[in-house]
């Protein structure tokens, strides 16, 4: 009889237990904070969303509370001015007690409910008092440079304190494994790879510094561990490796993009979001000609199935982009467009002979293509002889009467066609017209050269690939 109402006291008790753990329940201490709400958000990429809003209690405390559990990953308290007070790690149980003076958030800060939230307050307060030891002896040397034999004892005992938290460091993550924390602090310390360039001798090979690091890049980061995507250091390595360590040419990126997705494939929540973070990364992307990575990643990862859409619902919207996009990649020839001018007269942008063609799409009303103008006006002059240059620019007024005007008005000598009168179909959809002005220049063959750029640009785009042009003309010639 006892050992049945002990099991059932135990299953009674753990039942409780279980049920006290459902959903997440963040109670929050702040000390002399005058703020009567306080916000939860969390990272997610590159970008922060709010999840929750506490309002403080009669005992002072702020409760965030929810049936749900919330995703893991690093979270964010933050004041109703958007000050943040620190941040912090959910993982495993979601009832977890905080308290702090929000004046000096590491030395005061109290945790209940969450090892992995008091080993990583840990590992900042000793980083700290490493830096506190550290930078007087900094500000010594800097004052103390011509005492050579004392800077030398100062310097030494810098390097040991330096030795000191770098071990620290590397033993945190390595015994703390399975923590998110231990994982986020791996991902942001860079990678042991001097023991590959040093020989026996102990010197260094500065050729193999930049392919050697870019090879091991990676080595601290936890592909397995998909809660990285949300903090801030997933995007951080991803963007510093595509943006500085690889040759910025599309061969060399589809590679490397390549390269990233395969260590993402050992989880699929950590592919799926890769995927997704890529495309986005440069189907936004300012810089001319990463458009086609965002083709290449769509046709490739999500368009053949290999990786799941993150958002199904925007799979008929991205398909529909890369479609209107692919055309119009750089080096491709440019759509046909047989226009009429203000005589009626059909002009064939194919037809049209010169070394560079801009086509220029613009409006007689739109205030950006009248600054502008001066400036196409300007290049049609210097270059339409010297650089045998012509400009088919394309009206987008619905208004004949007024474009009309205004081409007479500014003189404009070129091939000047309305977009409205088309034998060749709809100029919006075949060159991705959503504004103007917007210029495309084109070689010889009518193979696109630039997009989206103005004159200033343009013109240098021009001048360096003629100078490029005659330098490899001369080196031909015996």
């Known amino acids: 009889m006892k050992n049945t109402v002990a099991l059932l006291f135990a299953l009674c008790f753990s039942s409780g237990l279980l049920a006290a753990e459902k959903g997440y329940k963040i109670t929050l201490k702040l000390t002399g904070s005058a703020d009567t709400s306080v916000l939860l958000a969390h990272y997610y990429g590159s970008k922060q969303y709010l999840d929750d809003t506490a309002y403080r209690n009669k005992q002072g405390f702020y409760v965030f509370e929810g049936a749900e559990k919330l995703k893991d990953g690093m979270y964010i308290i933050a004041g109703t001015n958007k000050n943040k007070y620190f941040d912090f790690f959910l993982t495993g149980t979601q009832h977890i007690e905080f308290s702090c003076d929000p004046a000096n958030v590491v030395n005061t800060m109290q945790v209940k409910g969450s090892d992995d939230n008091n080993a990583f307050y840990s590992y900042i307060k000793y980083l700290g008092s490493k830096q506190k030891e550290i930078e007087p002896l900094n500000n010594w040397m800097k004052a103390n440079r011509d005492r050579k034999d004392s800077v030398a004892m100062v310097k030494s005992r810098i390097e040991a304190i330096d030795k000191q938290a770098k071990e620290f460091i590397k033993n945190f993550y390595t015994s703390n494994p399975g923590f998110l924390s231990a994982n986020f602090v791996k991902a942001n310390n860079e990678p042991e790879y001097m023991q590959y360039i040093t020989s026996p001798e102990g010197k260094i090979d500065s050729t193999l510094l930049y392919p050697t690091y870019k090879a091991h890049y990676f080595d601290n980061f936890t592909f397995t561990d998909p809660r990285?995507?949300?903090?801030?250091?997933?995007?951080?390595?991803?963007?510093?490796?595509?943006?500085?360590?690889?040759?910025?040419?599309?061969?060399?990126?589809?590679?490397?993009?390549?390269?990233?997705?395969?260590?993402?494939?050992?989880?699929?929540?950590?592919?799926t979001y890769m995927a997704w973070f890529l495309s986005l990364k440069y189907e936004t992307s300012q810089v001319m000609g990463h458009d086609a990575l965002f083709v290449y990643i769509v046709r490739k990862y999500l368009e053949t199935g290999k990786v799941d859409y993150l958002y199904p619902e925007v799979k008929d919207n991205i398909l529909k982009r890369i479609n209107a996009l692919e055309p119009l990649l750089l080096d491709k020839l440019a759509p046909e467009l047989i226009l009429v001018d203000t005589n009626n007269v059909a002009h064939s942008l194919q037809a049209t002979k010169a070394r560079y063609t801009l086509l220029f799409f613009w409006e007689s009303s739109c205030g950006h293509c009248q600054q502008e103008m001066p400036k196409v006006l300007k290049l049609y002059d210097d270059f339409h002889t010297r650089y045998n240059l012509e400009i088919y620019g394309v009206s987008t007024d619905t208004s004949f009467v007024k474009w009309k005007a205004y081409i007479k008005k500014n003189k404009m000598s070129w091939i000047n066609v309305n977009g409205h009168l088309s034998v060749s179909g709809n100029y919006h959809t075949l060159y991705d017209i959503r504004s103007t002005p917007i210029m495309y220049l084109l070689d010889e063959n009518k193979k696109i050269l630039t997009k989206f750029l103005l004159i200033d640009d343009i013109s240098n785009v021009i001048i360096k690939r003629e100078e490029a042009l005659e330098k490899s003309k001369k080196e031909k010639t015996p």
């Not at 260590?263 to 592919?271: C, I």
Request: aromatic share 10%; net charge negative; no cysteine.
């Open 228 to 271: 990285l995507i949300y903090t801030p250091v997933f995007s951080q390595k991803i963007d510093f490796y595509l943006d500085k360590l690889v040759v910025p040419t599309r061969d060399s990126l589809e590679k490397d993009i390549d390269r990233v997705m395969t260590l993402a494939s050992v989880n699929k929540e950590m592919e």
